[in-house]
């Protein structure tokens, strides 16, 4: 009888399964907040790697742990989440992923009249040629004559 070899296929998902797998992790798995090392530090919305493996299993969406790392790899890959730190690919460990559509990237700023803020914003006037005094040398300023006589 001949041993059957297991070979790593490359394997990916269409944006519709994806979406749906997504969905339904996100509905699952236990997003929230969690702190750890020492001093903690406090990951925003995040994930555990071994809770999420579990949770694919215990969903059918993988067979057992090992497609569940798989199929968590294929959709690190995919960016549908990444390591809080993007340190790690998709582990049976203890560690804190982030969806993507979870991420932070803040607000634009607005200017006080209500227009948002441009990158326009922060850079300095161009004054005309005849106006600009190009010169690398420190501005020493004048001797105060008060200060002490002259020799």
Same mark, same amino acid.
């Given at each position: @009888? #001949?041993? %059957? %070899?297991?070979? *790593? $296929?490359? &394997?990916?998902?269409?944006?519709?399964?994806?979406?749906?797998?997504?969905?339904? @992790?996100?509905?699952?798995? *236990?997003?929230?907040?969690?702190?750890?090392?020492?001093?903690?530090?406090?990951?925003?919305?995040?994930?555990?790697? =071994?809770?999420?493996?579990?949770?694919?299993? *215990?969903?059918?969406? &993988?067979?057992? %742990? %090992?497609? #569940?790392?798989?199929?968590?790899? @294929?959709?690190? =890959?995919?960016?549908?989440?990444?390591? $809080? /730190?993007?340190?790690?690919? +998709?582990? =049976?460990?203890?560690?804190?992923?982030?969806?993507?559509?979870?991420?932070?990237?803040?607000?634009?700023?607005?200017?006080?009249?209500?227009?948002? $803020?441009?990158? #326009?914003? +922060?850079?300095?006037?161009?004054?005309?040629?005849?106006? /600009?005094?190009?010169?690398? /040398?420190? !501005?020493?300023?004048?001797?105060?004559?008060? !200060? @002490?006589?002259?020799?």
């Amino acid at each position: @009888m #001949a041993k %059957e %070899e297991h070979k *790593d $296929v490359e &394997a990916s998902f269409d944006s519709t399964d994806l979406e749906e797998l997504a969905t339904r @992790m996100k509905r699952v798995l *236990d997003i929230r907040d969690r702190k750890y090392g020492f001093p903690p530090k406090t990951y925003m919305k995040c994930f555990v790697g =071994n809770e999420a493996v579990k949770k694919l299993v *215990d969903e059918d969406v &993988a067979g057992n %742990e %090992e497609d #569940a790392v798989r199929i968590g790899n @294929m959709m690190l =890959n995919a960016g549908v989440f990444h390591h $809080v /730190q993007d340190a790690h690919s +998709f582990e =049976n460990k203890y560690l804190f992923y982030r969806f993507t559509s979870d991420e932070d990237h803040g607000i634009a700023a607005r200017k006080p009249d209500g227009s948002s $803020v441009s990158w #326009a914003d +922060f850079v300095t006037p161009v004054a005309p040629a005849e106006a /600009q005094i190009l010169t690398l /040398q420190p !501005a020493i300023p004048e001797r105060d004559p008060e !200060a @002490m006589p002259a020799i």
